[in-house]
Structure formats: structure tokens, C-alpha cells
């Protein structure tokens, strides 16, 4: 089992600043992909970024050039930079670990933070 436990959420005016932050411990796995995942009111779960365990990253277009994610894998951690938040960044936004040994993925979510950005 993995836990992740994320932090950094909070209030920002348009045109701010926040870094989330995703920390995972238990039975972590060398080969994985860690990401950020956000979830409007009245809207699904959508990708933010993902990161892979060779540093691979990919974005979603909205968040292009404002976010950036990235890990230490000595801490198991990883980290969403995001700059320039506008009014539609608010979200619920989810951590999300999947990693896979003998063949099998296992994926994991964190309990979610608030971020909302007032114009």
C-alpha cells in the first residue's frame, strides 16, 4: 500500500503563485509515474501533469508554460510549480501514484487540496 499525502493548496489572487507538494511512503516501486490530476465542482477529473520515473513529463494544453512538475526521488516527493493562476485553475487537485512490479500497476490517490485563484 502507498499513502500520499499532499500540501501547498490555499487562496491566490489571479496572476499568483502556489507549489503543491505530494509526498508517498510505503511500498513504493522504482518504476512509476507520479502526476497531478484537478477536479472542478461539476466537472471531471482532468490531467494536469505526470512525471515519470525517468523524468519524462507531460502537460495538459490549459497549463502549458504556467506549470511545471517535477520530483526528488530520494524524498519520494513531487512538486507542482504553478504560475500565472487564473480564476478557471480552481480545482480540487489530486495526487496520483501509479507503479508497477511483476507486471502489475497499482495506482494510488491522495485525499485532494483546494486550490482557488480570485479575480
Known amino acids: 500500500q502507498v499513502q500520499l499525502v499532499e500540501s501547498g493548496g490555499g487562496l491566490v489572487q489571479t496572476g499568483g503563485s502556489l507549489r503543491l507538494s505530494c509526498a508517498a511512503s510505503g511500498s513504493i516501486f522504482s518504476t512509476n509515474v507520479m502526476g497531478w490530476y484537478r477536479q472542478a465542482p461539476g466537472k471531471q477529473r482532468e490531467l494536469v501533469a505526470t512525471i515519470t520515473s525517468g523524468g519524462s513529463t507531460d502537460y495538459a494544453n490549459s497549463v502549458k508554460g504556467r506549470f511545471t512538475i517535477s520530483r526528488d526521488t530520494a524524498k519520494n516527493t513531487v512538486y507542482l510549480q504553478m504560475n500565472s493562476l487564473q480564476p478557471e485553475d480552481t480545482a480540487v487537485y489530486y495526487c496520483?501514484?501509479?507503479?508497477?512490479?511483476?507486471?502489475?500497476?497499482?495506482?494510488?490517490w491522495g485525499q485532494g487540496t483546494q486550490v482557488t485563484v480570485s479575480s
Open positions: 496520483h501514484r501509479e507503479q508497477t512490479r511483476g507486471g502489475a500497476w497499482y495506482n494510488y
